[in-house]
């Protein structure tokens, strides 16, 4: 366990954290400078994240890279993004290679250009049969298309016979959605000081414990992540149980 991490050995860490990584634009405009160099310059605050959780142990780690809403911005600064994605995919998959991490790019990735969405499955391919850590980057991502996705799927089993109304519930759901082999996210982190979950795992997220950083997301290294990570610690997850009930 890291130095940085100061917990009663009782403690359990989280097995899957989601971070919705705010403040790049923010970042880039304080040091005048145009806002994809806040983008560039928060790969650096991915490196170290992935790092982080490989030295603690953590399963999975959920980055929010693009969201659906995303394509609104801009149209040069969705155009830089779009680069910089595909430059990062090749430059980066050796070093998750050499760190055991497995790349998953989660989200409708029909609605990236084929040059990218032949990158990003090369980059899965490449990565697919590390075991260290499992990397979810939700790029064209959106909690209410993940679920509407698996409603789609759902409905289409009833059609086709494959499957009964009263064969629905919430475990049926959650195998079509995106993640459904992965557990669900104990501590969701949003860097930046914005207090709102954006359309991020809604339902992945039911029970997670949320931790609002005021740290811009290039400047989020493993310090501030530990914050989050002893913050997590600190809480009681009781799952709808009195503390009562869990303390017995």
Not at 11 to 23: C, R, T
Not at 33 to 56: D, L, N, T
Request: some cysteine; proline content about 4%; glycine content about 6%.
């Amino acid at each position: 366990m890291s130095e940085l991490l100061d917990l009663p050995p009782t403690s359990v860490l989280p097995k899957h954290v989601a971070i919705i990584m705010d403040g790049n634009g923010r970042w880039a405009e304080s040091k005048g400078k145009p806002r994809v160099s806040g983008h560039r310059a928060g790969v650096k605050s991915v490196r170290e994240a992935v790092a982080f959780c490989r030295e603690q142990g953590i399963e999975v780690l959920t980055l929010f890279a693009f969201s659906s809403e995303n394509w609104r911005r801009p149209e040069r600064e969705v155009a830089l993004l779009m680069r910089l994605f595909m430059t990062v995919l090749s430059r980066e998959v050796k070093l998750l290679q050499s760190n055991d991490v497995q790349l998953r790019v989660i989200g409708d990735v029909s609605g990236f250009s084929p040059k990218l969405q032949s990158r990003i499955e090369k980059a899965q391919q490449q990565t697919k049969d590390c075991q260290g850590l499992v990397l979810n980057v939700a790029a064209n991502y959106g909690g209410r298309w993940d679920m509407v996705q698996a409603c789609q799927q759902v409905a289409q089993a009833v059609k086709s016979g494959q499957m009964d109304i009263e064969q629905i519930d919430e475990q049926s759901v959650t195998q079509l959605l995106t993640m459904s082999d992965q557990p669900e996210v104990d501590l969701l982190i949003r860097t930046g000081g914005e207090q709102r979950i954006s359309n991020f795992v809604l339902w992945q997220a039911a029970y997670a414990e949320l931790v609002f950083s005021s740290v811009l997301w290039p400047d989020f290294g493993p310090e501030a992540f530990s914050h989050c990570v002893t913050e997590f610690c600190s809480r009681q997850r009781r799952f709808g149980q009195t503390s009562a009930q869990v303390e017995s």
